[in-house]
């Protein structure tokens, strides 16, 4: 095996052929690619993390179903061979002098720059949240630490209320706070405690799922279950002592009212923005997220800087599926602006949504811009529009080590770009 990559001390004004901002599913991914198809390349990645983290398992882990361990590895055996680690955090970006600033005082040049930060899961923006996490009944299977502390609720909980929220959009993952709802109420059913148990979904938007085709479906486990289904209402407080949520509930003539719910459990999906080195730079619309074309993932202003991942401006699902197919898209058009390949790679809005309705099966949800259904496999051998079995062999067996080792190591599987005759502008 090639010995792992260690931190590398990069001098002032050290210059990469092509940067890359973010060590996520993104960053590596697109790493990988970019090396698969030129190793002579000199790529730099800049991430400050210790830990790499499969976040799709974390609801799996909510669920008792997955180990949290199983779902993180060190960045420096995920950090493919030929690619400099340097281990900071971005500060500032100048667009005009192809640098970028680290927190260490460090300035770096590039040719290429390829931005994949992700994004920033707001607890603070929920009052009286980040006090008690983790604590008095209130969860969240998006955080590692706290996935195991869901399962450890749903096990106990014997009747009471158990509430679960989702912020207003856009979220990484928008069908997860879904997800702990339904595979929860699918234990105490099994365990004979769902008569004892309200199970409560307070949505801040107005439709269950944004791609009308799977709500059918859905829509039959939010009856299974007997879910009180609440729309328009956004989680702005906590009193985690006092098991109390507040929430704001729009009206439909505009006006909101404030309700509050007592709760025995309360899962908790945080809002989500753009990272601030991200919002307060040149890189960044109105709305803080990184402006790019939607099909070629290329900035909008800045022709040597591409983005992909959760926090670029596009309006596709924010899942890893999703940048499992941006990956190769972004990596052959940065070799196409550097001369080094003639065409083109166009990505179509592809995101996919396994939707664990219970355990042992999923609805499958994949679908490009638009919401246009665009499955896998052909629907004779699996309809991602009804809850199957094969899916959830999928989700359970197959993602995983598909991340892993093929994702995370620009193996593209199902994942080749669609590449046009058109070249760089």
Request: overall charge positive; glycine content about 8%; aromatic content about 8%.
């Amino acid at each position: 095996m090639p010995a792992q990559p260690s931190p590398v001390e990069v001098p002032k004004g050290d210059h990469h052929k092509v940067l890359i901002v973010g060590a996520g599913a993104a960053g590596i991914a697109v790493a990988s690619s970019l090396i698969c198809r030129d190793p002579s390349l000199d790529v730099a990645i800049i991430d400050p993390a210790e830990v790499h983290y499969y976040q799709p398992g974390w609801t799996m882990v909510g669920a008792g179903i997955f180990q949290a361990p199983s779902t993180a590895r060190t960045m420096a055996s995920t950090i493919p061979a030929g690619v400099q680690w340097i281990k900071a955090r971005v500060e500032t970006f100048d667009p005009q002098a192809q640098t970028v600033s680290l927190n260490d005082g460090r300035v770096l040049s590039y040719e290429q720059l390829v931005v994949c930060p992700g994004l920033k899961l707001d607890w603070d923006a929920i009052e009286g949240l980040s006090q008690t996490l983790g604590r008095n009944g209130v969860t969240s299977n998006y955080r590692y630490d706290l996935a195991p502390y869901t399962w450890q609720l749903v096990q106990n909980l014997r009747e009471g209320r158990a509430l679960f929220t989702q912020p207003p959009m856009p979220i990484k993952c928008a069908g997860a706070p879904q997800k702990a709802l339904y595979l929860s109420c699918d234990h105490w059913l099994r365990n004979g405690r769902l008569g004892n148990i309200q199970a409560q979904f307070f949505n801040a938007g107005g439709v269950l799922f944004g791609v009308p085709d799977y709500v059918p479906a859905l829509m039959e486990y939010i009856d299974k279950y007997a879910v009180d289904l609440q729309y328009a209402h956004r989680l702005v407080a906590v009193d985690g002592p006092g098991k109390r949520a507040t929430f704001v509930r729009t009206l439909p003539d505009g006006s909101t009212e404030t309700c509050i719910q007592p709760f025995d459990m309360l899962h908790v999906v945080p809002p989500q923005v753009a990272p601030e080195f991200i919002h307060n730079s040149p890189l960044a619309d109105q709305a803080g997220w990184i402006d790019v074309d939607p099909a070629t993932l290329r900035h909008k202003h800045y022709g040597n800087i591409h983005a992909l991942g959760d926090g670029i401006n596009t309006s596709n699902a924010k899942t890893a599926a999703a940048a499992r197919k941006q990956a190769p898209v972004v990596a052959n058009n940065v070799l196409v602006a550097l001369g080094r390949l003639p065409n083109l790679a166009h990505y179509d809005g592809y995101g996919s949504c396994p939707l664990t309705v219970e355990r042992g099966k999923i609805v499958l949800a994949e679908f490009t811009y638009g919401g246009k259904l665009s499955p896998s496999f052909p629907r004779w051998l699996l309809d991602g529009r009804r809850p199957t079995r094969l899916a959830w062999l999928l989700k359970a067996q197959i993602l995983p080590p598909l991340y892993w080792r093929c994702m995370l190591k620009g193996r593209e599987w199902l994942a080749k770009p669609r590449v046009t005759a058109e070249g760089l502008r």
